[in-house]
């Protein structure tokens, strides 16, 4: 099973617009975290916002934050004011347990801005 | 800012030869990551270390090999390239400590294409 399913391929947004992208994941720790990356296509992997499995509040970081539903395992990226130079990729990732950090990613979402 | 750095970037070299792509960080992280992405998709964690002298494989089975001599070192090698190969490497690393966002720095990445 997935442990981290992003279901859209490809999004579009107009300019200044709110967009929502989607992630769910899979896991039966108690302990975890979920994270966002944006992939220009330069290539490199930029963090955007994190959210911790114990984290009560949702995670926001200036027009980013983080949609946490615990219970439906959700943990969706809204994009607030879309900006041309939000077009990318993004990744949603999820590390399980403590100590390790290893993190699994998924398979993103490209968003593609429109003026 | 990350000060987590691949080289080369770009990397055209013929079937069968050895390539050895070099990553660094000056964050004095103990953990360091490979992954491998081909383009438009997920990442996929070939290699990781938790210190000096400490590799583990990753998730997705890889031909390569890595070494840890250096806590701020960690390269990776193939000994006999094949056209299979081609794809973008990206190193990370992460600080061992546990303080939010436990996020992992990323190189720029070695997008390495093999004929």
């Known amino acids: 099973a997935q442990k981290i399913t992003q279901t859209q391929p490809g999004m579009f947004v107009q300019e200044k617009e709110a967009v929502t992208l989607d992630c769910t994941y899979d896991t039966s720790d108690q302990s975890y975290g979920l994270f966002w990356y944006k992939q220009p296509s330069s290539g490199e992997m930029i963090f955007l916002i994190y959210q911790g499995s114990y984290d009560e509040q949702n995670a926001t970081e200036g ?3 983080l949609n946490f ?43 593609q801005v429109i003026p | 800012e990350a000060d987590i750095y ?12 050895k390539i050895t792509l070099e990553c660094s960080q000056t964050m004095g992280h103990d953990k360091m990551y490979w992954y491998q992405q081909d383009p438009g998709m997920e990442l996929h964690l070939i290699h990781y270390s938790y210190g000096v002298n400490s590799t583990e494989k ?36 992460s600080d061992r400590r546990e303080l939010p966002p436990p996020e992992q720095f990323f190189g720029p990445g070695t997008r390495l294409t093999v004929l």
């Open chain 1, 69 to 111: 539903q615990k219970a439906r395992k959700s943990a969706n990226l809204v994009i607030s004011a879309s900006q041309l130079g939000d077009s990318a990729m993004y990744f949603c990732a999820m590390r399980e347990g403590g100590g390790y950090q290893k993190v699994t990613f998924g398979t993103g979402t490209k968003l």
């Open chain 2, 58 to 93: 990753g998730d997705l089975s890889s031909e390569s090999t890595v070494s840890r001599i250096r806590t701020e070192h960690f390269p990776l090698t193939l000994e006999s390239a094949r056209p299979s190969h081609t794809s973008q490497y990206l190193c990370a690393s």
């Open chain 1, 63 to 65: 027009r980013y934050s």
């Open chain 2, 6 to 17: 691949q080289t080369p970037r770009y990397l055209v070299i013929g079937t069968g030869k």
